[in-house]
C-alpha cells in the first residue's frame, strides 16, 4: 500500500456502507483556535437520590425502580418510538410518509452510580452481553419487529442526558437507514463471493497488522480502513455470525473482553472518562436468510487533539462527505500503544 496515503489528501471507501470519507493528513498540522470542550471528571457517588435510574429511585412516569443488583432493563419512558402507533402512509406525490412502530428500552448497567464500562469487571460487563441477547431475541421475536439497534451515548459531550452507567435498544418496523446500507453491501458482496463481507476483510488486515489494536480468540479490535470518527474503532467476529445469538457462553466472555480492553484504553488516551457512541449492527429479525450478515460493533468518539478539542461534523461534512485529518493508521497505533 502506497505511503501517500500517510501524507496527501485522498478518498477511502466503506465497503459496509458503499460511502466515500475524505482523508486529509497534512491538516493534522495545523493549528487549532476552535471550541474547547470543558472536561468532566467529577466523581460521582456509587447512589445519587437525584439519578432516575438509580436503584430504589422514582423515574419520572412516578414508577419506582426495584433495588436492582446487577443489569436493569425497563421501556423507555419517553420513548422515541409507539408500541401501538395507528398504521397508516402518506403518498401524495412527492410528500411520502409511513408509520413506524417499535419498542425503545433502557439498559442499566451497573447499579453502581459511579461506573462506566471501562471500571467494570469483564464478568460485570457479560451479564450486560447477555441482557442484549436476550433482548434481541425477545423483541426480535415480535412480528411487528424487523430490526433491533443496540447503543449506548456515553457523556455529556453526546447529548448523554445521565451519567449513571446505561444505553438503550430501540426496535421497529422497518430497517434504519444505517443498518439497510450495510444490508445491501454484504447481500451483494455475499451473493458474489460467497463469503462475508467482514470475513474477507479481515484476512486483510491480519496480513497488514496495522490498524489492529487487539485480539483475543473469539474477537479483533480495530480501527477501520474507513474510520470517519478520529480515534473510531469497531469489534468484529473472528468468524462470521449473523447476530449476538450466535456466540456460545465463552465467546459473550471474550466479547465482553474486548469491550473492557476498548473502554479502557479510551479512558487512558485523554486521561478522562471517553465520550462516544457505541452500537451494535447485526441481522435483522425478519424471517428472510441473514447468511450474508457479519454482525459488528462500532464505537464513534468525538475528541480529536485532547480531552477538550472535539471533531465537529460541518461545513463540507454536512454538505459533501465525511472527513477526518488524523489517519486511522496513526490513530490505531495511538490506541494500540494504550493496550
Not at 447512589?47 to 419506582?64: F, V
Not at 395507528?86 to 419498542?103: I, R, W
Not at 446505561?166 to 434504519?176: A, D, F, K, M, R
Not at 497488514?208 to 473510531?232: G, Q, T
Request: net charge negative.
Amino acid at each position: 500500500m502506497t505511503n501517500n496515503i500517510q501524507d496527501y489528501s485522498h478518498k477511502r471507501f466503506n465497503i459496509l456502507t458503499g460511502e466515500w470519507v475524505l482523508v486529509s493528513p497534512h491538516r493534522a498540522k495545523r493549528p487549532w483556535q476552535g471550541q474547547n470542550e470543558e472536561v468532566a471528571n467529577e466523581q460521582r457517588p456509587s447512589h445519587d437520590e437525584s439519578c432516575y435510574l438509580c436503584a430504589g429511585n422514582t423515574r419520572a412516569n412516578g414508577e419506582i425502580n426495584p433495588d436492582y443488583t446487577d443489569v436493569f432493563v425497563f421501556t423507555n419512558d419517553f420513548a422515541a418510538l409507539q408500541k401501538d402507533s395507528e398504521t397508516f402512509t402518506v403518498n401524495e406525490g412527492l410528500l411520502q410518509a409511513q408509520s413506524e412502530q417499535g419498542v425503545c428500552k433502557v439498559i442499566c448497567f451497573s447499579p453502581d452510580h459511579s461506573k462506566s464500562l471501562a471500571n467494570m469487571s469483564v464478568p460485570d460487563i457479560n451479564k450486560v452481553v447477555k441482557t442484549w441477547q436476550n433482548e434481541y431475541k425477545t423483541l426480535g421475536a415480535m412480528d411487528m419487529i424487523k430490526y433491533v439497534q443496540i447503543f449506548e451515548n456515553k457523556g455529556a459531550i453526546m447529548g448523554c442526558s445521565n451519567p449513571h452507567p446505561h444505553g438503550q435498544i430501540w426496535s421497529q418496523s422497518t430497517l434504519p437507514n444505517e443498518a439497510s446500507k450495510k444490508d445491501t453491501q454484504q447481500l451483494t458482496y455475499y451473493n458474489t463471493n460467497k463469503s462475508t463481507l467482514l470475513s474477507d476483510y479481515l484476512k486483510q488486515e491480519f496480513e497488514i497488522k496495522e490498524r489492529i489494536i487487539y485480539e483475543n480468540d473469539a474477537f479483533v479490535i480495530l480501527v477501520p480502513f474507513w474510520a470517519i470518527w478520529p480515534f473510531e474503532t469497531m469489534i468484529v467476529p473472528k468468524i462470521a455470525q449473523e447476530s449476538i445469538l450466535e456466540m456460545t457462553d465463552k465467546e459473550t466472555e471474550l466479547f465482553a473482553d474486548a469491550i473492557s480492553v476498548i473502554t479502557k484504553v479510551y479512558d487512558k488516551l485523554f486521561n478522562i472518562s471517553f465520550p462516544y457512541s457505541s452500537g451494535i449492527h447485526q441481522a435483522p429479525t425478519n424471517d428472510t436468510d441473514h447468511s450474508h450478515w457479519h454482525w459488528h460493533m462500532s464505537f464513534y468518539p468525538p475528541l480529536l487533539r485532547s480531552a477538550t478539542v472535539k471533531k465537529f461534523m460541518v461545513g463540507y461534512e454536512m454538505f459533501g462527505s465525511p472527513q477526518r485529518d488524523i489517519t486511522p493508521e496513526w490513530a490505531a497505533t495511538t490506541l494500540k500503544n494504550l493496550v
